[in-house]
C-alpha cells in the first residue's frame, strides 16, 4: 500500500515566530529534544530553522571574532 505524508508527518509542529531570540529557539529545540522549528510571521510560515542553522552562526561569530 502507499504510504501519504499525512500517515507519518508530525500533525501539530511547534512554530516560533520569526522575531523569536535564537537563545530561546536553541532553548525550545533542547527542552524538547527536537532540532527543527517551523518559522512564522502572522501564522504565515517563512522559513525552518535548524540546530545546524544556529550552530553554523555560533561558529561563525566565534570564526570572525
Known amino acids: ?24 529557539m536553541a532553548k525550545i529545540m533542547l527542552d524538547r529534544g527536537i532540532h527543527r522549528l517551523i518559522v512564522d510571521n502572522d501564522g504565515v510560515t517563512v522559513g525552518i530553522i535548524s540546530t545546524r542553522n544556529i550552530l553554523n552562526h555560533v561558529a561563525g561569530i566565534e570564526y570572525n571574532g
Open 1 to 24: 500500500s502507499i504510504i501519504l505524508v499525512h500517515d507519518i508527518m508530525t500533525s501539530d509542529p511547534l512554530t516560533v515566530d520569526e522575531n523569536t531570540p535564537i537563545e530561546t
